[in-house]
C-alpha cells in the first residue's frame, strides 16, 4: 500500500463547476499537508499549505485536512479553463526532508 | 530571474553512457532535492541536501551520484544509464525548518532524460 493515495483521474469538468480533489494517507505522523499544481512540462508549484486538521481558503481554492480519516481535500470553486493541470496533494512529517507526493489528478475544464 | 534552474531541459542518450544534470536556485535556501516524475506523473523523492550534507537517500542505485558544491547548487550525475532511468528529472528546495518537516518546495522546470 502506498503512503499516500490519490485518484490519477482524468476529471473533466465544465467551467464554473465546482471541483473537489482528494487524497487519502496511512502514515498518522504526517503533520503538513500541501497541494502542487503542475502544467504541462513545468516543475510543480505551491498552491495550498495547511498544518494539522483544519480547513485553509485562499481565493477559490479551499484546503481541508481531517486527520482522523486520513483524508485531505481540494476545492476549486468557479473553475475556469486556467485550472487544467495535474494536481498533487503531498505530506510531511516532523523531521521533515521528505515530502510525499500522491500520484496527481488531472483535471480538465472546458470552456 | 528564475529562483530555481536546473539544465539541460532535455537530455537524450545512449544506454551505458554516463550523464549529468545541473541545478542552482537563487532563493537562498539551505535545502535542496532532487524528485524523479515518472510516465505516470508520480513525483518520488531521490535526494535531500540540507547545508551540502546528505540527509536524504532513497535506495536510489549507486549509478547516481548527487553533489553540492555549495549551498546553492545540487548536481547529480548518472552513470551507466539504463532504459528504466527514462523520466523527468526535477531539482528543488526549501528553506531550513530545523527538522520541522513544514518544507515549501520550490521546483525547476525539469530535465526530461530519455535513454534509448
Known amino acids: 500500500q502506498k503512503e499516500v493515495e490519490q485518484d490519477p483521474g482524468p476529471l473533466s469538468v465544465p467551467e464554473g463547476a465546482i471541483v473537489s480533489l482528494n487524497c487519502t494517507y496511512s502514515?498518522?505522523?504526517?503533520?503538513?499537508f500541501m497541494w502542487y499544481r503542475q502544467y504541462s512540462r513545468k516543475g510543480p508549484e505551491l498552491l495550498m499549505y495547511t498544518y494539522s486538521s483544519g480547513n485553509k481558503e485562499d481565493g477559490r481554492f479551499t484546503a481541508q485536512v481531517d486527520k482522523s480519516s486520513k483524508y485531505i481535500s481540494l476545492f476549486i470553486r468557479d473553475s475556469q479553463p486556467s485550472d487544467s493541470a495535474t494536481y498533487l496533494c503531498?505530506?510531511?512529517?516532523?523531521?521533515?526532508?521528505?515530502?510525499?507526493f500522491g500520484a496527481g489528478t488531472r483535471l480538465f475544464v472546458k470552456a | 530571474d528564475t529562483a530555481v534552474s536546473q539544465t539541460p531541459k532535455y537530455l537524450v542518450t545512449q544506454m551505458g553512457n554516463d550523464k549529468s544534470i545541473k541545478c542552482e536556485q537563487n532563493?537562498?535556501?539551505?535545502?535542496m532535492y532532487w524528485y524523479k516524475q515518472d510516465s505516470k506523473k508520480f513525483l518520488k523523492i531521490m535526494f535531500s541536501y540540507n547545508n551540502k550534507e546528505l540527509i536524504i537517500n532513497e535506495t536510489v542505485p549507486n549509478r547516481f551520484s548527487p553533489k553540492s558544491p555549495d549551498k546553492a547548487h545540487l548536481n547529480l550525475h548518472i552513470n551507466s544509464l539504463e532504459l528504466g532511468d527514462s523520466a523527468v528529472y526535477f531539482c528543488a528546495s526549501s528553506q531550513d525548518t530545523g527538522g520541522l518537516g513544514d518544507e515549501k518546495l520550490f521546483f525547476g522546470s525539469g530535465t526530461q532524460l530519455s535513454v534509448l
Open positions: 503531498a505530506m510531511t512529517a516532523t523531521g521533515g526532508f521528505k515530502t510525499i
Open positions: 502514515n498518522s505522523a504526517f503533520q503538513y
Open positions: 532563493l537562498g535556501h539551505d535545502t
